[in-house]
C-alpha cells in the first residue's frame, strides 16, 4: 500500500475517536512501542504497560480498551507495515486529530500544584536549552529520545536551591519521571532488544509546544 493510502486508512480511523481522549493516548503509546521489528515488536508485552500508564493517567481501567486498539492495530497492520502504521499514527496524532490528546497533557501539566508547577518550569528550561535555532522550543515529541533518561536524572534539578525557592522544600524528594508519566509527558514501555535483553523504557508523549504551559 502507498504511503498516502496508509495515512488516509490511519487518518479515517484515529477521526472517529478524536473527541476521546484515552483512546487516541492507547493509539499513542502502541505506535510508541520502542521494540525493533528484529525483536519481534513485543505488541503483547506492551499491553500490560500501557494499561497500566492508562491507568495512572485517568484513574481507570484500561485492559479491555488497550485489547481494542491493539486488535484494531493488527487489521490495519495487516494493510501497511507495523513499522509504517506506527509512523503513521504518530504523524496523524500531531495534527488536528490529535488536539484533545496534547489538550488533555497541557491540561494535568498547568494544574497548580507544586509538583506539576515544577515539573512545567523543568520541562520548559529544557526546551528552550535543546531547542532548534529559529525554532519555538518544543516540550517532549517523539524524537526527543533523552527525555526519559534526563527526568530519571533530574533528581539533584529538584533538590536544587532555586527549585526549593520557587515550588517548596517538598520538591526536594519529587519523582519528575514519576510525574510525568502521570500527566503523559513520557509513557513507560516494555524494550526488548534482538539479543533478548529486556527493560522499561521512558517514551515521549505527543509533540507540545512550550509556550503553552503555565509555571
Given amino acids: 500500500m502507498q504511503n498516502a493510502e496508509v495515512r488516509e486508512l490511519v487518518q479515517r480511523s484515529l477521526e472517529r475517536y478524536a473527541d476521546d481522549e484515552r483512546t487516541l493516548d492507547a493509539y499513542w503509546q502502541w505506535a510508541s512501542n520502542p521494540t525493533p521489528p528484529s525483536a519481534g515488536y513485543a505488541l503483547e508485552e506492551n499491553a500490560g504497560f500501557i494499561a497500566t500508564n492508562l491507568m495512572l493517567r485517568y ?24 513499522q509504517e502504521l506506527q509512523r503513521t499514527i504518530v504523524t496523524v496524532l500531531n495534527g488536528p486529530v490529535g488536539e484533545r490528546l496534547r489538550q488533555g497533557v497541557i491540561r494535568r501539566l498547568s494544574e497548580p500544584t507544586p509538583a506539576r508547577r515544577a515539573l512545567a518550569a523543568w520541562l520548559v528550561n529544557r526546551a528552550r536549552w535543546r531547542r532548534m535555532p529559529g525554532r519555538e522550543p518544543v ?10 533518561a534526563d527526568l530519571a536524572e533530574s533528581k539533584a534539578d529538584c533538590q536544587s536551591r532555586i527549585f526549593r ?10 519523582d519528575l519521571a514519576r510525574e510525568a508519566m502521570a500527566v503523559g509527558v513520557v509513557n ?8 533478548g535483553r529486556m527493560e522499561a523504557k521512558l517514551r515521549p508523549g505527543p509533540r507540545l509546544p512550550a509556550s503553552a504551559l503555565i509555571y
Avoid at 516540550?139 to 526519559?148: C, N, Q, R
Fill in 59 to 82: 484513574g481507570e481501567p484500561a485492559v479491555d480498551l488497550v485489547l481494542a486498539v491493539n486488535e484494531e492495530c493488527r487489521e490495519l497492520a495487516g494493510r501497511a507495515s507495523i
Fill in 139 to 148: 516540550v517532549a515529541g517523539e524524537f526527543d529520545w533523552s527525555l526519559g
Fill in 165 to 174: 525557592l520557587l515550588y517548596g522544600e517538598e520538591v526536594v524528594q519529587l
Fill in 188 to 195: 513507560r514501555l516494555f524494550y526488548r532488544n534482538a539479543a
